[in-house]
């Protein structure tokens, strides 16, 4: 067996450079073996964490499904064609223009841009009534601060690193989740240059914006190994620039999960 690779914390940017060369996407799940090894030199801030006790008051309907598995749904453009009546079944939390797609599918929403709110407040408050997440107390929704540390185990707080997919991961942290399938985390333009699986309203996406999103990712990766340590996540693009969680096809994961 080989043997592993053990971190060697520093800065963020060192941390999360570790945990990339530690994390393939193989042996995700199995990374939570060198905990004991590195617990003495994890910060103290996080060596006393109690992640187990932080969840919002939600958590209940999330334990109703099996093994605790979430769903997030992010926008990117290899969902276009979907039929998202599959995740019916399934607890989903929903970035941004998801809540289209209607309560039935979409359990829980996540936004955190002002300008995506100005755009979509009228008709979210129109038809969607499930429970509504953001960084921002202007749109009298779920108010959850935005943490200053790469992830949050705080109830009522989460982390930002400028995009919406990030905090929805944390979030489905928070709900205690032990099995996480990210849908449309492309991190990258589909061929026709378009940024989403639904028409973007807002603003037109630059292709060097991901670079930062993949960023945001790289930086709570130590932190959810950390605090998180049982946790399985998997990525259902096979072609996503996301490389720091295993890989499944759509169809295999929503066969699996």
């Known amino acids: 067996m080989r043997a592993r690779r053990k971190f060697n914390f520093g800065t963020p940017e060192q941390i999360a450079h570790e945990a990339a060369l530690v994390v393939t996407r193989a042996a995700f ?4 073996g060198v905990m004991p090894t590195v617990e003495k030199n994890v910060p103290e801030r996080i060596r006393h964490s109690k992640s187990n006790l932080a969840v919002p008051f939600d958590v209940q309907k999330c334990e109703m499904y099996p093994q605790k598995t979430v769903y997030i749904l992010g926008g990117g453009p290899s969902l276009k064609g979907f039929d998202f009546t599959r995740l019916r079944d399934k607890f989903v939390i929903g970035c941004n223009d998801a809540y289209q797609l209607g309560m039935d599918v979409v359990d829980v929403l996540f936004f955190g841009d002002k300008g995506w709110w100005d755009k979509h407040k009228d008709r979210v408050n129109a038809q969607y009534f499930n429970p ?3 960084r921002h107390t202007f749109a009298n929704k779920r108010y959850l601060k935005t943490s200053e540390e790469d992830l949050s185990d705080d109830p009522t707080s989460v982390v930002w690193h400028r995009n919406s997919g990030c905090a929805s ?3 489905a942290l928070l709900y205690g989740a032990t099995k996480i399938v990210l849908l449309g985390f492309d991190m990258q333009l ?3 240059g378009n940024s989403n699986w ?4 807002v603003s037109k996406v630059a292709g ?3 670079k930062a ?3 945001g990712f790289a930086k709570m990766l130590p932190y959810i190994i950390l605090k998180f340590g049982d946790v399985e996540i998997v990525n259902a693009n096979p072609n996503s620039k996301l490389e720091l969680f295993p890989k499944m096809e759509l169809e295999q994961a929503l066969e699996t999960y």
């Open 208 to 210: 060097h914006i991901y």
């Open 198 to 201: 639904h028409v973007n309203e």
């Open 29 to 32: 799940v199995n990374t939570r």
């Open 213 to 215: 999103y993949l960023n």
């Open 169 to 171: 991961l944390n979030l």
């Open 190 to 192: 589909g061929g026709d």
């Open 132 to 134: 509504v997440y953001s």
